[in-house]
């Protein structure tokens, strides 16, 4: 599995960005598309995550209500949008797909990332 996130940049604080994660390869079976972050200095962490059997999604305390995740499977991509970015927002954004159940934010569980596409709010 081939991951190609795009969409990153800089915004003011209380803006909007909408990050893209491009994927190609899938093998059989189901499995979970998440978005992570990961600051500077700071452990990688899970944003959202959407499983593409039921569309159900789940996301992290800090982002509820701010971001939102999506899918557009005819395009095999992945959707972050991002509103109300506040300053701690700032990071490098992965995306991130895995097989293995249950669908959890620890980075560890997944086996396939994407290169990674820096977000700045200032």
């Known amino acids: 599995v081939q991951l190609v996130e795009s969409g990153g940049g800089s915004v003011q604080v209380g803006g909007s960005l909408t990050l893209s994660c491009t994927a190609s390869?899938?093998?059989?079976?189901?499995?979970?598309m998440g978005w992570f972050r990961q600051a500077p200095g700071k452990e990688r962490e899970g944003v959202a995550n959407l499983d593409n059997g039921d569309g159900s999604t789940k996301y992290a305390d800090p982002v509820k209500g701010r971001f939102t995740i999506s899918r557009d499977n005819v395009k095999n991509t992945v959707y972050l949008q991002m509103n109300s970015l506040k300053p701690e927002d700032t990071a490098m954004y992965y995306c991130?797909?895995?097989?293995?159940?249950?669908?959890?934010?620890?980075?560890?569980?997944?086996?396939?990332w994407g290169q990674g596409t820096q977000v700045t709010v200032s």
């Open positions: 991130a797909a895995t097989y293995t159940r249950p669908w959890v934010f620890d980075p560890k569980k997944y086996d396939y």
């Open positions: 390869g899938y093998h059989q079976g189901d499995y979970c």
